[in-house]
């Protein structure tokens, strides 16, 4: 579904990705974990059109994105849940899923929005009672539902959350990971990022350890889960657990 | 494993993805966390991530055996100690042995390669399978046992028996399958016929054949004495392992774990990559090992790589293995030893000089030995017969301890050689 190869992005002259390549499976949830600054943000806004400054190659379909603008790159099927949720707090709830589906109102497709806002507060009942409330008034947890739902809008074949987790309570991260599971098996393929390792990879099919801007690491989820690596560094076991022998 | 499995359906473009995936991913372990490959790649002023096509490997050094000496013991592993599950160790080329670590991850993907390889020749839960390997290859008889149970097969692990106990034990525990090197298996073979013991007195049925390539017409003696159909399967018996390749039912060249391995083939004279198809030696670069990565590592050993579909649909490349060798390592039943390491242990013991010793692999009673010359002269002249002839014995005792091959002196005269 999508393939980069050798990805690098610059920030000026700072070359914040130094070739990645890493490939994504249709209707599997691969996800990216890695620290801070690792450059996982950084790989979503190059590919979301959002960060024009890179090189390499990144194909959607089997078709590069070089050069796509965002609104070209949501109607070949790309959408994303950016970091911090993003929603527009003084619009309704409403609102905010309509401008999701921004790009297809020029399509005439007004019915088929009706249909899609109607499935989204099925699949969200929350979002149906907050209907026409400012969605600034929204706890994080209702604020991340919309910010997936308005993305959903767009009708994508791959959607890519940012840190969905960030911020919210146990609970409320696992119900948005059972979200991803549902929209996984109805087909939609699905790029977390992720510091919360342990949640996105209990939800993920695959993943891929970025270190610094590289994949240092990369395999099936439950291999990655019981990597000790990966546990040491992303899952929050206590490195004076591990005698470091270097 | 969902990739693992799923590796032999992807398109030649997908394979081509996956493989420079993990070949990125273990140049960026390797850099960061073992000094020397860091110190490799900064001398060429090259960074991991120039590396942006499986061709730029060539833009690599290549890793040798010294270089396993002389980071002895732990200096190439790239993940702590506390991660490592199990240690092994073969003959080096000198002083020093190769020592080779493997976390928990490297264990599930060896036991995932040999059952891979097993299952290619035929292997079920169903057989009886029974490891006859020699003292040197010790490591590869565990690996072997691991990857049997894993496919669920009844293992007999390989054991120190005399050829008439391994005889005893194939017929009456009812063995289907045998691994064991081609010398052995002729040994078994001829063993079997000058006491009398037909094949019929047997359940054996497959013969996984490994150490060596082996000659075709022995190859088919074997087969018809002992009633058996052969695979070959194509390891290193220091690092990494055995089974990088074996055959499948088709029998025409051996499919290389390509998820694990990337091989090239280069001249061995100027280290130049050679064109596709062409024989030269073999260099490995592992692709998912985590514990002690393999970059551009010298096998010494000759092949070509086939890259045209094979009848039994498997889509991994195949090699062709020849027999000679392209250093001046001896394969002594499938145990790698370098000459070097042999002077090393003389001249220590003896203090003799490179040019006072000759080798030379011989065979007694169908297996294999190294067969040391050694010219006399004064420093070890001794009136005392006797206890020159300890000295003698006791020198081989050290070469076969350290080399893990069996081991002959043998006194000439100056002028024979």
Known sequence: MLRIRNLKCFYGRIMAIKGISLSVAAGEITCLIGANGSGKSTLLSAVCGLLPDWTGGIELEGQSIKGLDPPALVRRGISLVPEGRL??????VMDNLKLGAYTRYKKRAANAIEADLESMMSMFPILRE????????????????????????ARPR?????EPSMGLAPMIVEKIMEVLEVLRSGGLTIVLVEQNALAALEAADRGYVLETGAVVLQGAADELLADKDVKRAYLGKDYGDFYDAG | ???????????????????????????????????????????????PADIATLADLQRLPFMERADFSEHYPYDLFAVPLRDIVRIHTAPGTTRNPTVSGYTAQDREHWRHMLSRAMRAAGITPHDILQVSLNPGLANWGRDYKDGAESLGASVIPNTQLSIEKQLMVLRDYKTTALITTPAMAGHLARHMTDSGMGPAALSLKTLIICGESIAPDLRKTIEQELHVRSWVHYGLSEVPGPAV??????????????????????????????????AGELVLTTLTTRAFPLIRFRTGDRARILKTACPCGNTLARLQWYPERMDNIMNIDGVNVHGDQVHYHLENMLSLSKEAISLRVARREGRKLLEVFIRMNDTIFSDEIKELEKLLRRAEARLRENL?????IRLIESASM
Do not use: W
């Open chain 1, 87 to 92: 929603i527009f707090p003084p619009l309704s």
């Open chain 2, 245 to 278: 390749a074996f055959e499948c039912e088709s029998h025409d060249g051996l499919h290389i774990n390509e998820d694990h391995f990337l091989p090239e083939i280069v001249d061995p004279e100027t280290g130049a990559p050679l064109p596709e198809g062409s």
């Open chain 2, 404 to 408: 893990g091959v069996p081991a002959a």
């Open chain 2, 1 to 47: 494993m969902q990739a693992e499995a799923s590796f032999f359906t992807l398109l030649p473009d997908e394979k081509h993805q996956l493989q420079l995936e993990r070949l990125q991913s273990t140049l960026n372990r390797a850099y960061r966390h073992v000094p020397y490959h860091a110190n490799q790649l900064n001398a060429l002023g090259i960074e």
């Open chain 1, 158 to 162: 791959l959607l890519l959350l940012d």
């Open chain 1, 130 to 153: 907050r209907f026409r409330q400012p969605a600034g008034t929204l706890s994080g947890g209702e604020q991340q539902m919309l910010a997936i739902a308005r993305a959903l809008m």
